[in-house]
């Protein structure tokens, strides 16, 4: 009798858990705001956007990605592309209202276009190719921290050879943003924002051994907050912050709160 009640718990869990695992296939998406827009709240600016380049926006952390499979462990914690990220949270900030950004990272291959361009035009090329846009800021930086298990909470409850856990753990990354000054090459502003990476683990099992016969049952779900979410989230919490900043430098003029 006892065996079949655990029979039918197990049969219970492992039925409750198993549609979870059942992943349908969903066509790739695109994010046209920003995953962090309290630009919105702010007062809009009346004067021309401001226009910055991005330089060198990198991983610096050197943190390298602890996997669970049996594949290279050279991969690296933070994802590549930082300067990628800051362009497009830059362009979508506030519905694109703050910020024109100019192409700095691949800049040698717009030179060597123009060149090609100019060629091709010969000597109209000066009248028909417009002035290179030239920023007042250059932007830079990069992920410059990851801490692991920065909080790990861990509860296990087990009776009558039933046992059920919840695991939480908390990672951290850093973000730093600097504005520097194209004129005098100064830092006019440096910015610092994190973000936590959320995993959380629940699982039950159970054994139950009588005679010679043994049942055992296992069953649990897993959630991992993608490091790229919590990245793009911490990039556009420095851009927020360094655009209040802007605000009071004067580098807008923005409309008067009623």
């Known amino acids: 009798?006892?065996?079949?009640?655990?029979?039918?718990?197990?049969?219970?869990?492992?039925?409750?858990?198993?549609?979870?695992?059942?992943?349908?296939?969903?066509?790739?998406?695109?994010?046209?705001?920003?995953?962090?827009?309290e630009l919105f709240e702010l007062e809009k600016p009346i004067s021309k956007r401001l226009i910055v380049g991005?330089?060198?926006?990198?991983?610096?952390?050197?943190?390298?990605a602890v996997l669970d499979r049996n594949t290279s462990s050279m991969s690296s914690a933070i994802l590549q592309g930082?300067?990628?990220?800051?362009?497009?949270?830059?362009?979508?900030?506030?519905?694109?209202?703050?910020?024109?950004v100019v192409e700095r990272e691949s800049i040698q291959d717009i030179i060597n276009e123009r060149r090609?361009?100019?060629?091709?035009?010969?000597?109209?090329?000066?009248?028909?190719?417009?002035?290179?846009l030239l920023p007042g800021l250059i932007l830079t930086g990069g992920a410059v921290s990851y801490d692991r298990k920065i909080y790990d909470n861990f509860q296990?409850?087990?009776?009558?050879s039933i046992n059920s856990s919840s695991q939480v753990q908390s990672d951290q990354v850093?973000?730093?943003?600097r504005a520097v000054s194209v004129q005098t090459g100064e830092v006019l502003e440096s910015v610092y924002a994190s973000k936590e990476v959320l995993s959380q683990m629940n699982g039950v099992s159970g054994l139950q051994i009588l005679n010679t016969t043994s049942m055992a049952f296992e069953a649990?779900?897993?959630?991992?907050?993608?490091?790229?979410?919590?990245?793009?989230?911490?990039?556009?919490s420095a851009i927020f912050e360094l655009t209040k900043r802007g605000i009071e430098n004067d580098w807008w003029a923005v409309e008067a709160a009623s």
């Not at 869990?13 to 046209?32: D, F």
């Not at 649990?220 to 556009?236: F, H």
Request: aromatic residues 8%; hydrophobic residues 45%; negative net charge.
């Open 82 to 100: 930082l300067s990628s990220l800051l362009v497009q949270e830059l362009k979508l900030a506030g519905d694109g209202e703050w910020y024109r």
């Open 116 to 132: 090609i361009v100019s060629s091709a035009l010969g000597e109209d090329a000066e009248e028909q190719l417009p002035p290179w």
């Open 220 to 236: 649990g779900t897993a959630s991992n907050e993608p490091v790229s979410l919590a990245v793009r989230k911490a990039i556009a």
């Open 156 to 160: 296990g409850f087990g009776i009558s």
């Open 1 to 37: 009798m006892q065996i079949k009640i655990l029979f039918l718990l197990a049969s219970s869990v492992l039925s409750a858990c198993s549609h979870p695992l059942i992943k349908e296939v969903k066509p790739p998406s695109t994010l046209q705001q920003s995953v962090f827009d």
């Open 174 to 177: 850093g973000i730093i943003l």
């Open 54 to 64: 991005v330089y060198s926006f990198t991983d610096q952390t050197g943190q390298r």
